[in-house]
C-alpha cells in the first residue's frame, strides 16, 4: 500500500481525502495557496507544501508545482479530489512519468469522456442511450439548421469541452438559433479555449439521474445505485438525495447492469460517474465524470462503501474485493449543499467566520473544513459545507434533515442554509415531486409553498 499520497486539491474534499488517507495508516501531504495557510486540512495532514499564490492558475491548477511537491516531499502517489485538476488528462500522464501514481482512470479514458462530442459517440458504441442529436460537432450555421430540423425544436446546444452549465444554450425555435449558436460558441472559446459546440434535443421536464461506479481495470465494475441531483440553479447542483424517488428497484438494476456492463467492456479504472437525463420512462445519457464527485457522500449512506478508500486501493493495483451481490441498498440519504453565498441573491460571500457549530447526532454527517476564525478566501468556489443525513425511510431522512439545518450554525458569512430550510419545506420536494427546472421556478417566488 502507498505510504504517502500528496492531496492536489482544498476545502472539505481534501479533508475527506485526507480522513480516508488516515484511516488506512497512510501519511498525507496538503498543497496549498497563500489564502489556504490556515485550512483545516493544511493543519492536519502530515506535511504541507505552499504552491502559489491565491488564484488557482497560479497554485491549484500550476501542475509543475504540484508535482515539485509531491517529488519535495517523497509522495507515492496523488489525488486529486473534484475540479482543478482531477480532469485533466495530461496531468494525469505528467504525474505517472515521475514515477508517482495518479489516483484515478488512466488519461486515455479521461480524455475520451473529457470531450463531450466523443464521449457521446462513445457512449453509444458501448450500449449506453444517449439524447437524440448531431453525429459530432457542428460546424457551421447551415449544417445546425440542417441537424435542428431533423432533431426537432427546442434543440440544446453544448460545449464540446463544456462543464458546469458554461457554453449552454437554448433555441426555441429556427429565428433563436443562429444567435444561440453564436452566444455558445463565445462562451466555450472563454471559458475553455474550445469552440466547438454540438446540438441535441431539448428535453422538458427531466430529473438529472446520475450512476455511481467502481471498476478495478481487471475486469470487476459494480455501480452503487443512482443519485438524483435534479435541484440545480444555472446548472449548478444544490441538493441531491439517493436513491431517486423518481426511480423503483427494476429502474435501477436495469440502468445498473447496463453501465456496468458498458465499462466493463471500456475496461475503466477508478471510480467514476454515468450522468442521465431521465424522462418519461426513458435514460439519455449526459456525460461521464472520471472522477470522485462532490456527492459522493450519499452513496456511501446508503451502501456502506468508502468510495475514497475504494480508489486508492484500486490505483494500488488492488482488485475490488467487492461484487454487485455485496451491494445492499438501505434507507435513504440527502446532501444540502452549503455555500457561503446570499440565500436570496446567491452573492458570494466571502469573510471571517465567527461562530461554527456543525449538527449531530444519528445519521447527521459534514464534510467541511469550517472552524470559528476561519477567514473564506474569495478566491474558489462558494461551496464551505456538506451537510449529509440519512434515515430508514425518505420521511424519517427529511425529518432528521430539517432538525439538523436548524442546529447548523455559521456566523459571519451569509450562507445557503436557509434556502434549504425553505425548499425541503415545499411540497413538492416533499412528494419528491420535481424536475431539473423546479428550482428556478421555485427561487423566483416570493415564499414558495410549504407545509
Known sequence: MFEKILIANRGEIALRIHRACREMGIKTVAVHSTADADAMHVRLADESVCIGPPPSKDSYLNASAILSAATITGADAIHPGVGFLSENADFCAMVEEHGCVFIGPEPDHIRLMGDKVAAKQAARDLGIPVVPGSDGAVSDDEEAMTVAREIGFPILIKAAAGGGGRGMKVA????????????????????????????????????????????DGQGNVIHLGERDCSLQR??????EEAPSPALNAEARAAIGERVTAAMKKLGYRSAGTIEFLYENGEFFFIEMNTRLQVEHPISEAITGVDLVR????????SPLDLRQSDIVFSGHAIECRINAENPVTFMPSPGLVSDYHAPGGLGVRVDSGLYSGYRVPSHYDSLIA?????GQ???????????????????????????HQRLIGARDFINGDYDIHWLERFVETTDGETD
Request: aromatic fraction near 6%.
Open 393 to 419: 425511510t425518505r420521511n424519517e431522512c427529511l425529518m432528521r434533515l430539517r432538525r439538523a439545518l436548524e442546529e447548523f450554525v455559521i456566523e459571519g458569512v451569509s450562507t445557503t442554509i436557509p434556502l
Open 386 to 390: 456538506k451537510l449529509i443525513v440519512e
Open 172 to 215: 426555441q425555435n429556427e429565428d433563436e438559433l443562429p444567435t444561440a449558436l453564436r452566444l455558445a460558441r463565445t462562451e466555450a472559446k472563454a471559458n475553455f479555449g474550445y469552440d466547438v459546440v454540438y446540438m441535441e434535443r431539448y428535453l422538458g421536464q427531466p430529473r438529472h439521474i446520475e450512476v455511481q461506479l467502481l471498476a
Open 234 to 239: 444555472r446548472h449548478q447542483k444544490i441538493l
Open 310 to 317: 475504494e480508489q486508492i486501493r484500486i490505483a494500488n493495483g
